[in-house]
């Protein structure tokens, strides 16, 4: 290559940096500028997505009503109709729910994941049963743990729960009802609303419960007794800054009962028939969300 080309080559590659220069700069200013306003948009999106504790726990208690009604085989060929009624008693109850992943994952996919555990009791009860004239020591207890999925979208969370309860009814002996326990695998839907952030929150439930032990029922009244139970919760509650929660809690459960097949000697039970279980609560239940 010759003197005039070499100059040639040079003087193009200095005009070609010299206009590359420029641009880089225009896009290295534009970058700068863009920072901040990326940060502050980041910042927005995450000072408003969900702020979902990851665990809640509360107790406390209320009032709570429970009437059994029964359609029994009286021994002899015909039917007779039994009642159980509590009255309203005072009954403990307790709420717990997990979200394991609400603090160590972004994807609102991966917070939705909630473990969740209710029970409740009523011990030391006094029932006399219609017709009867004396009075029953009772007790009354009922479990149930769920798992299942709650995605958030913004103020809502929507989705279901699955999982296995019991409810137990221990009384002395008598001519109307027998003790019983009964076991249930539940599923159902679930949503909630945040009202006012954080301060009021609505949220309601409902299920399909599929008892699969009737336990002393189906001793006394067929070994080949089934159900079908449903129930439905409505709360309104809140949590503060500081973390203390607070909420009142409705809930009806219902069973439907069918008696056949042969039964155990247990004294003046009939053999087969129906029945129907209704309970219904009210509970303000206080405590302390993470």
């Not at 700068?32 to 990851?54: C, F, I, M, N, Y």
């Not at 039994?82 to 997990?98: C, E, P, S």
Request: hydrophobic share 45%; aromatic share 10%; proline share 5%.
């Amino acid at each position: 290559m010759g003197m005039p080309e070499k100059v040639r080559v040079c003087v193009f590659a200095m005009l070609f940096l010299g206009a590359a220069a420029p641009l880089s700069l225009r896009a290295q200013d534009r970058a700068d500028r863009d920072a901040p306003r990326s940060t502050e948009v980041a910042a927005t999106l995450q000072g408003g997505a969900p702020k979902l504790p990851v665990l809640v726990l509360l107790v406390g208690g209320g009032a709570r009503f429970r009437n059994i009604r029964l359609e029994v085989g009286d021994g002899s060929g015909g039917t007779e109709q039994r009642t159980f009624d509590t009255g309203a008693y005072f009954a403990f109850g307790w709420h717990v729910l997990v979200r394991p992943m609400a603090r160590r994952a972004a994807r609102p996919s991966v917070q939705a994941i909630v473990f969740q555990i209710d029970g409740g009791s009523g011990i030391g009860l006094n029932v006399e049963p219609v017709g009867t004239g004396i009075s029953l020591q009772t007790n009354i207890w009922g479990l149930l743990g769920q798992f299942g999925y709650l995605y958030p979208i913004d103020r809502l969370q929507v989705g279901g729960l699955v999982g296995v309860g019991g409810d137990v009814l221990r009384i002395d002996l008598n001519s109307v009802l027998p003790s019983s326990s009964i076991v249930y695998a539940r599923l159902g839907p679930a949503v909630a609303y945040d009202i006012m952030p954080s301060f009021l929150f609505f949220r309601a439930d409902f299920g399909l419960r599929i008892p699969f032990v009737l336990g002393q029922l189906a001793d006394a009244f067929g070994s080949e007794s089934s159900g079908i139970g449903l129930d439905a919760a409505a709360t309104l509650g809140g949590r503060l800054n500081g973390g203390f929660t607070y909420a009142l809690r409705f809930v009806w459960e219902y069973y439907r009962l069918r008696f056949s097949g042969s039964t155990m000697s247990v004294p003046a039970m009939g053999d087969g028939g129906n029945g129907k279980d209704n309970a219904l609560s009210l509970q303000l239940l206080l405590g302390w969300s993470l």
